[in-house]
């Protein structure tokens, strides 16, 4: 079956780092991959989005990989702050599908 | 109003009761889901709606029952809910065909506690 695993269920880095977040997929042909922030009692807001052709997406201190082989996407937020505290969460959706599947998110907490 | 809204916000329940929830969006999308966040768990995609007509119902219980009467607004009726049903319940629009496809703008969620 279809399986989305995003690696670290909590992640805690001090601010001013790199922080790094995985998203692998197992059983998935995924035609898109989304990455989406939500904060505690809100809603995922969207952040980027990146094509099966694609290898790289940018968007401010933002980065995304996506590596078809490897079946796997990498985010990652450069001098993080405080305010990027949040649950992020991958997402994805198949070829003529509108229909998204989500990971359960990794938590990420930066320290000042 | 802006994006998606959703009320009630917080919604405690019997489970003999009734009730509703209701989502807005104010995006001029054409295509509405709901989904299910409990804790520990992804989002479950429990309905959407394409213009108005249900196109998926991923093995939901016949107690949640939706309801799409335009593409701005969609409805989800509750009755006779179980406990584990308790969860954030999440409104989602977004815009098919679109040059962003699959882009979902979610609303603020009804956290739903069944007693």
């Known amino acids: 079956s279809q399986k989305i695993e995003q690696n670290s269920e909590a992640l805690n880095i001090q601010e001013g780092k790199t922080a790094t977040l995985t998203c692998n997929y197992t059983?998935?042909?995924?035609?898109?991959l989304q990455w989406y922030r939500q904060d505690p009692g809100r809603g995922p807001v969207f952040l980027l989005l990146?094509?099966?052709?694609?290898k790289e997406k940018r968007k401010e201190r933002l980065k995304v990989t996506f590596d078809t082989t490897l079946k796997q996407s990498l985010f990652h937020i450069t001098a993080s702050q405080p305010a990027d505290s949040a649950t992020y969460l991958c997402?994805?959706?198949?070829?003529?599908?509108?229909?998204?599947?989500f990971g359960k998110g990794t938590k990420l907490s930066v320290i000042p | 109003e802006t994006g998606v809204t959703q009320t009630p916000r917080h919604l405690v329940m019997g489970m003999t009761n009734k009730k509703s929830l209701k989502c807005e969006q104010h995006?001029?999308?054409?295509?509405m889901y709901w989904y299910k966040q409990s804790a520990k768990k992804p989002l479950e995609l429990m309905f959407v709606y394409n213009f108005k007509e249900q196109t998926e119902n991923n093995s939901v219980p016949s107690r949640f029952s939706p309801e799409c009467p335009n593409s701005s607004h969609l409805f989800l009726h509750l009755h006779t809910l179980q406990p584990e049903d308790s969860a954030l319940y999440l409104c989602?629009?977004?815009?098919?065909?679109?040059?962003?496809?699959?882009?979902?703008?979610f609303g603020p969620g009804t956290r739903l506690t069944v007693l």
């Open positions: 059983n998935y042909s995924p035609a898109y």
């Open positions: 990146i094509r099966e052709n694609e």
């Open positions: 997402a994805l959706s198949g070829a003529g599908s509108y229909q998204l599947t």
């Open positions: 995006l001029g999308h054409n295509a």
């Open positions: 989602a629009s977004s815009q098919l065909g679109g040059p962003v496809t699959d882009t979902q703008y």
